[in-house]
């Protein structure tokens, strides 16, 4: 288990002023941003950069992590509390593919948090509510006020395969409570939630009511998860098309034949049309994945020759060389 | 022993798009805003057909959110903030190709 510290993640110290979190921010976000960054765990960096920006950067945010991690070391110095482990909002059931990027709902966990502690205090010492613009407060101070839960946004990676056929994926959800006397803590829900067959890189997928709870009587936010694929071992998938490459061999190319190819709907047999070159692209309609229009699958053809490693084939190659000869670097003058 | 919520997901599509003031809320950002990133051209939205109002799908709630976050995080105005998405995407896209060839 990890507590996560923002404050080295950043790069900062502690007292560290909102400019001095800007500036360490945009440093960072130049070093590790997945597009342009070469260092080789750049998109886990940026997410952890990204995550602690977003709580460190919001004054209230902070003072409610800053609690937190307070309270941590106040009760019994090394032990964080459950949940704050390297996963700490989701962890998907199921073996690896229920990783999800959980930045923003990390976000709007310590806004609610803070929310709640004021609400708290509000009830306790009427105190006023206020300072929350636009939020849609109502009541006067000492009084309960009706908030909407905020809503959550976070990434759930998943598998073509999972899009192809859905999949009901358990989410542990973990999000910062307060307890009687106000502090906070984290607890622990899971959802089951059927990924509808079908869904794109990018799909973003609305959970109504899972977000965080409303206040007062208000209604709860919703949670919204995008919809990432984990890299796949043979194919790429752009929308609904996949493409894969389909190793033949020269004279398949050369003469067309009837190959094998995997599919996701299972193997199926391709015609390879005669004179087929190098990086030529075959569409299988359909065959992609699941929708209204169902995705195609693209193939694209990678010409394997076998090595010249017997005497047969030395031979083979050679009576080529004498019926067919060509040369291929014509158009270099040489 | 843990509770376990069954819950229904809803795509983010045609059929259930997300409205002007969800998508707003989303960006922390006021309706007014997310208006000129559609004027501009920044973001896809499409008229519903009942109460005629701009509605939104995931790409363009992704880029909505995306261009918020970089006018937020590197103070940059919102046509900057638009290129840097344009350019970011294209990036991951060439990159897909280029894994392709690979």
Redesign the interface.
Known sequence: MEFKDYYKILEVSRNATQDDI?KA??KL?RKYHP?VSKEPDAEKRMRDVNEA?DVL?DAEKRAEYDALAAGISAGGGQVPPAGWDRDFEFSGAGGGAGDVDFNDFLNGMFKQAARKRQGFAAGQGGAQAGGHPGQGFAGAPGQTFKMRGE?H?AEIEISLEDSFSGVTR?L?LRSVQLDEQGRPYMG?????????TG?KE?????????GMPGEGGGEPGDL???VRFAAHALY?A?GRDL?M?LPVAPWEAALGGQVHAPTLQGVVQVNIPPGSKQGGKLRLRGKGLPGDPAGDLYL?LDIVWPPADNEATRAAYQQLATAAPFNPRRHLGV | MNKVTICTAQLVDHNAPVTLEELARFCEQQTDWVLSLVEQGVVAASKSSSAGQWVFTSVSVSRARHVARLQRDFEVNLDAAALMVDLMEEVRHLRGRLSLLK
């Not at chain 1, 622990?188 to 509808?196: F, Y």
Request: charged share 30%; hydrophobic share 30%; no cysteine.
């Open positions: 800007r921010y945009r976000a597009d920006n950067r809503d946004h358990e542990s622990t829900r899971t959802l089951s939630v059927k990924i509808p869904v990018g799909q973003m997928i609305r959970l109504a009511g899972q919204f998860l995008t790429k752009d493409s490459h694209i």
